[in-house]
């Protein structure tokens, strides 16, 4: 097994090293992190690839795409009448792009609707709430909901003061560090507070900047706790209600959420593949997820990495390069909802994942490229920098290769052996729109978008078009595999 993977680094390596004059590979010191390479650097001369990058450049396609998308058919939250017409656009963009063939697979999911919805804080001042439902929350009833705040900024407070939350709603008002430690209160804010017998749960934003506008997300509720109904608040309200709670004013909420969840129903991913002229058998997987929450139109979340795979499948097909393996472009649903869709194509695609050489998703935004992350092994990390190093000059600033996590769809099948690769972005202002009304077409910046399809064709095309796969082992299997 060992000895393959060096074979597949080395006809990896071929690729580019046939086309370029200058030194050999030099082993990293560090192989899981390669060295940045500058412009001067990189070696430049394999026309087929300079041409792809060139192509995809100056190709509006993307931008027009995402444009139809994100204006014409709008939000695309999972099981809506936004995200059926998201199916069809996907499908017939696939056709209209040349595929060879172009399918949908079912995908059991959660149905759950918005209705209307509101917050109001009504003593000791009146003032409205910018506020929006949690997805899968349920609603508050008819009459609404309306108690004292409890505010608090950890689960640690909360536990302190837990005597306090009976009848109460609780406010989890936690400072932004970053998206990571922050999430856990909007996905298990609800049945923390419910177990201390509070009526609702707010929470505040997760959002890296805000403007007065509220950022939605996926909750879920814990089997032993009853289910209240949870919402997100601006971060301008959620601190300016835990100011007057701190002063001991006691500040009250009206809640009123329609929410409601209406158990499973079906949605589809979408797949479209690129026939391998030599290869159609193995295969270079694409991805994005098609579904976004029902505020904004989803253009960077994740209408961005639908058409960087979309466009970067389709540069191929315009530059006429038919590679040696089949591409194909996956477009999964309900990503937002734990991502049933990536479960459920490892489960319709079992028998064949030894033949998925490479899955890449997108699901940072458009914004500046920066590379790649990949989930494998050290060896084939190393492989794989050293291969795409060309494809920095697409970058404007950092362009970085190592190893990392890759996404929440293919994440399904990478746990089962296949190749990960994230696509690195510049994610600085991504927490700023991300699930909010402001995560809409004019956010996305075309050259930016130009350069991720070009950073993303030339990925695949390198892995597609290589004498042989960079390997498929899971992390650890490769070393483990030579002493056996
Ligand atoms: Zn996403």
Known sequence: MFRSTLLAITALITLI????????????????????????????TNPTLEALIDSALTDPYAYTKLAELCDEVGHRLTASPGMKRAIAWSEKSMRDAGFDSVWTEPVTVPHWTRGNEWARCTAPVEFDLAMTGLGLSDGTGPNGIEAEVMAVGSYEELDARAAEAMGKIVLFDMPWKGYGSVVKFRTGGASAAARHGALAALVRSAASVSLGTPHTGMMSYKDDAPRIPTAALSVEDAGRLRRLADKGLKPRVKLYMEAKNHGETTSYNVIGDIKGRELPEEIVLVSGHLDSWDVGTG??????????????????????????????????????????????????????????????????????????????????????????????????????????????????????????????VDTTHYFDVHHSRADTFEKIDPDYLARNVAAIAGLIYLVAESPARPGSSPAGQLSSGGHR
């Open 17 to 44: 090293g046939t086309v370029s004059c200058s030194k050999a590979p030099t082993p990293s010191t560090d192989p899981t992190i390669a060295p940045p390479p500058t412009l001067s650097e990189t070696p430049t």
């Open 299 to 424: 253009a960077q979340d994740d209408g961005a990495g639908v058409v960087l795979a979309l466009a970067s499948a389709r540069i191929l097909l315009k530059q006429d390069l038919r590679p040696r393996r089949t591409v194909r472009v996956v477009h999964y649903t309900a990503e937002e909802y734990g991502a049933p869709g990536g479960k459920a194509y490892l489960e319709a695609h079992r028998s064949e994942l030894d033949r998925h050489v490479l899955a890449i998703e997108s699901d940072s935004g458009a914004f500046a490229p920066r590379g790649f992350t990949i989930d494998a092994d050290s060896v084939v990390v190393a492989a794989l920098a050293e291969a795409t190093a060309p494809l920095a000059r697409v970058a404007p600033a950092e362009w970085s290769v190592h190893k990392g996590g890759s996404g929440a769809d293919i994440g399904a099948i990478v746990r089962e052996g296949v190749i990960g690769v994230g696509h690195r």
